[in-house]
């Protein structure tokens, strides 16, 4: 199993211009999330999903926009790229649960560059 | 809402030595789960310890351990024999049971093992 792979790795970007990450897992999960990582403030939840056709906001949503569309995919867009958007960008998935543990299964993250 | 808070944004350790990283957090519900993720230089989280909220019993895995204290709202985490591999960020998490939350994370601590 690949496990969660994001889709590039690596992205510079100019202010203006649009992009799509992807995140794709095999594990069969019906969670997936969207996180940015800037320095000094950990991981910040952007978008999240808790199955196909569904979306929910995080708590730094804007300049961003999410689909679910299949299962195993969860697309995170950027409309008009601004410096502000430089950041890595970290995808996640799991199972449902009606309990605490929830483990989050991480990408390797995708380090994107807006100039 | 729920937050946390990790006081420590760098940490110095000896080799074979244990050191603790501090977490504390902040909710209502009673029902909670709490997670430590560990972030090497290459860039990707791994999962090491997960405390539930009526866990009677402290976690253990390996060399990392939970010193979880409720009443306190802390959830540091331990890591006894430090190694030079050790040397990495690490991130306190939380999930609240109440609305079905994804992970909230700390702000992380840098933890450089020194030979």
């Known amino acids: 199993n690949a496990g969660v792979t994001q889709t590039p790795k690596f992205r510079v970007l100019k202010t203006g211009q649009s992009m799509t990450l992807l995140c794709a897992q095999d594990?069969?999960?019906?969670?997936m999330y969207w996180y940015r990582q800037d320095p000094g403030m950990g991981l910040r939840l952007i978008h999240y999903?808790?199955?196909?056709?569904?979306?929910a906001k995080g708590e730094v949503p804007d300049g961003y926009n999410v689909s679910r569309l299949k299962k195993q995919n969860f697309l995170l867009g950027l409309e008009s790229a601004a410096p502000s958007q430089t950041s890595v960008y970290f995808c996640?998935?799991?199972?449902?649960?009606?309990?605490?543990?929830?483990?989050?299964?991480f990408g390797p993250g995708t380090r994107l560059t807006v100039l | 809402a729920q937050k946390i808070t990790q006081t420590q944004p760098g940490m110095f350790v000896q080799e074979k030595e244990a050191v603790t990283l501090d977490c504390t957090y902040d909710?209502?519900?009673?029902?909670?789960?709490l997670f430590w993720y560990k972030q090497p230089s290459s860039g990707e989280m791994i999962f090491l310890i997960y405390?539930?909220?009526?866990?009677?019993q402290n976690a253990t895995e390996g060399r990392y351990s939970l010193n979880f204290q409720k009443a306190r709202k802390s959830a540091n985490l331990v890591i006894s024999a430090s190694q030079l591999g050790d040397s990495a960020m690490y991130f306190c998490?939380?999930?609240?049971?109440?609305?079905?939350?994804?992970?909230?994370f700390g702000k992380g601590t840098r933890l450089s093992v020194i030979a």
């Open positions: 996640a998935s799991s199972y449902p649960t009606s309990l605490p543990y929830n483990e989050q299964f």
């Open positions: 594990m069969n999960h019906e969670y």
């Open positions: 999903s808790v199955g196909e056709g569904t979306t």
């Open positions: 909710t209502s519900d009673p029902s909670y789960g």
């Open positions: 405390q539930g909220s009526y866990d009677q």
């Open positions: 998490a939380m999930r609240e049971l109440r609305g079905n939350t994804p992970l909230v």
